[in-house]
């Protein structure tokens, strides 16, 4: 008898059925965003009306940037918009203008907006229930104003408690596999020998050393530091790429790319086709599967935004969500993405044709090698690919640490260990049985609830907005 993935299978038969759902819901998070920050309600503080920012702009959107998006953006910036160069739906030609237009679209709309209003949601809640109502930070919080029965709102909310630990350390863990894979394959290619386990393995073993000792470390000198490398950093690969690849090209594909995901949002992102099943397919395989993906960074991120924007209003956390953060994506994804199909137009049969299509993990290290001072760059590249996951993976930490202390927003050093240590134990054994993306697929499963629950705690949001800005009227 044949083995059956239940992981593959659940996976599938949510993504088969739900595909209408979960595009139709994803978008209801950017509309209601922006309904908040255009509204009276935009000026709401996450803290109280006196308070003022903990962190520096900078500092802020490097560390919502480097949480956010994490080292998939390293992983897809390269090998994402090569494939759909190369293996293009909708019946385009593979290898044509047409598939390069549309392989961007494509990019934008996966590492666009979409995304961070999900993040961004839950920051929303997380932020006002705790910042402002001086509530633990506990994505439970949002329960309380949905029921009139004490008891059953607090069994309900430490529930979701720990369902939210479970979900991110799920997201976290699969994506230590999949970064871990990557510098391995990167560790390969640099020392010119055949991939193995133990390049992946030691590379989890490394970052986890630094993530934990980040997270114990605190914020302000761990994280924020880590995060501030990170821009830097990002700044310098992509300057380098912009330079010395197709410069002009990079500028109109921005340019082009932009202006075409503006003007047809609405259409991708509510696109289901019951007719076309070759498009069913990819979008199962591809758009479904990412919005389950950054669902299952949804706690994470929601919590971690929601800790670092204290004393910034609710427009300025729609700002930091919607608008700045994903022009930075689109702009690593048209630089990358850019050079990628610049490089396959020209060399049609390079490496990076292949692994863009068959081994992901190493197409960065593939695209890195068409260009000159490919060692320096390797190794940047490398330290990029891991300072990325080490902000996600203390983040984590620290929001793990905060919802398992009930909303403790500095957590105890003790705590944050063993939560960090669990983790990498976790991507070690999965990555040692040759099955990370088997968590990944568990992270998937386990987050479509999230879904709904967004729903239920944006309706609790605006309630509770509503219900302050009614008691300051009847005050005057």
């Given amino acids: 008898m044949s083995y059956i993935d239940p992981g593959a299978r659940g996976l599938h038969r949510i993504s088969y059925t739900t595909n209408w759902y979960l595009v139709s819901v994803v978008t209801f998070y950017i509309f209601f965003m922006i309904y908040i920050a255009f509204s009276r309600y935009g000026k709401v503080k996450l803290g109280p009306d006196n308070s003022v920012p903990e962190f520096s702009t900078f500092s802020w959107l490097a560390m919502l940037f480097s949480a956010g998006m994490g080292s998939g953006l390293v992983f897809f910036g390269a090998a994402e918009p090569a494939y759909h160069f190369l293996c293009p739906p909708l019946g385009v030609t593979p290898g044509s203008p047409q598939a390069a237009d549309l392989s961007m679209q494509l990019s934008f709309l996966h590492w666009g907006c979409h995304p961070w209003s999900i993040y961004g949601i839950t920051a929303m809640v ?37 369902w939210m630990v479970f979900l991110t350390v799920a997201g976290i863990a699969s994506s230590l596999g999949i970064a871990s894979s990557q510098m391995g394959a990167g560790i390969a290619r640099f020392f010119n020998v055949s991939n193995n386990l133990w390049f992946a393995e030691i590379s989890l073993a490394i970052m986890s050393v630094v993530y934990i000792s ?12 880590i995060a501030d490398i990170n821009v830097y950093l990002s700044i310098i690969i992509c300057a380098f790429l912009f330079l010395f690849g197709p410069t002009l090209g990079i500028i109109q594909t921005f340019i082009t790319s932009l202006g075409t995901y503006v003007a047809n949002l609405p259409d991708w992102t509510l696109r289901v ?54 022009l930075g994506s689109f702009a690593w994804m048209t630089i990358f993405g850019g050079a990628s199909i610049s490089v396959l137009f020209k060399t049609p049969n390079c490496a990076l044709a292949d692994s ?22 390797t190794v940047m590249c490398f330290i990029l690919v891991a300072t990325f996951l080490i902000t996600s993976a203390n983040s984590g930490t620290f929001v793990v640490g905060m919802l398992s202390s009930n909303g403790n927003i500095n957590p105890s050093k003790q705590r944050l260990f063993i939560w960090g240590s669990l983790m990498a134990v976790i991507s070690a054994i999965t990555l040692f049985a040759g099955d990370f993306r088997g ?37 005057l």
């Avoid at 863009?356 to 760059?377: H, K």
């Avoid at 609830?449 to 008691?471: D, Q, R």
Wanted: some cysteine; overall charge positive; hydrophobic content about 45%.
């Fill in 126 to 162: 997380i932020g006002y229930f705790s910042m402002r109502k001086n509530k633990p930070a506990l994505i439970g919080n949002f329960v309380e104003p949905l029921f009139k029965n004490e008891k059953t709102a607090l069994c309900c909310s430490h529930f979701v408690d720990s």
């Fill in 439 to 475: 968590i990944q697929k568990l992270a998937g499963i386990i987050s479509f609830p999230y879904s709904i629950m967004t729903l239920f705690m944006a309706y609790a949001l605006v309630k509770a907005m509503k219900e302050e800005f009614n008691g300051k009227e009847n005050n």
């Fill in 356 to 377: 863009s299509v068959n081994n992901m993990s190493m197409a960065l290290w593939d695209l890195m090698g068409m260009f000159p001072f490919t060692t320096i760059t």
């Fill in 214 to 225: 980040t997270a114990v470390i605190g914020l302000k000198r761990g994280i924020k530091v």
């Fill in 273 to 326: 086709s019951p007719w076309d099943t070759d498009f069913d397919l990819w979008q199962r395989g591809w758009t479904v599967l990412y919005w389950l993906w950054w669902l299952s960074w949804g706690p994470l991120c929601g919590v971690f935004f929601a800790r670092v924007s204290y004393g910034r209003t609710m427009r300025e956390l729609v700002a930091g969500s919607l608008l700045i953060p994903p």
